[in-house]
């Protein structure tokens, strides 16, 4: 059970959302939860209960901005070379 102040990752439990309709017919539990970088979004229950979602997306916007400086800074010290 999921209350309000739960932890998942990144991200706080905020409030529930009424249940959704998926188009396949299933009913979603969805909540608003918080992040550490202090956006709000919309999300299934059952992604933070498996671990699916664990940010909004901030950590891989992160993670992808440090690969791409590490790939532009082998292609320039190669270049050089």
Do not use: H
């Not at 990752?9 to 608003?32: D, F, H, K, N, Y």
């Not at 992040?35 to 916007?61: H, P, Y």
């Amino acid at each position: 059970m999921i209350r309000v102040g739960d932890v998942f990752g990144q991200l706080i439990v905020v409030a529930e959302r009424p249940r959704r309709r998926e188009p396949c017919g299933r009913m979603a539990r969805l909540v608003v939860v918080s992040c550490t970088c202090g956006t709000e979004k919309v999300v299934r229950v059952g992604n933070l209960l498996a671990g699916t979602t664990t940010s909004c997306g901030c950590v891989a916007r992160a993670l992808a901005s440090t690969r791409m400086a590490a790939r532009r800074r082998a292609q320039r010290d190669t270049s050089t070379a």
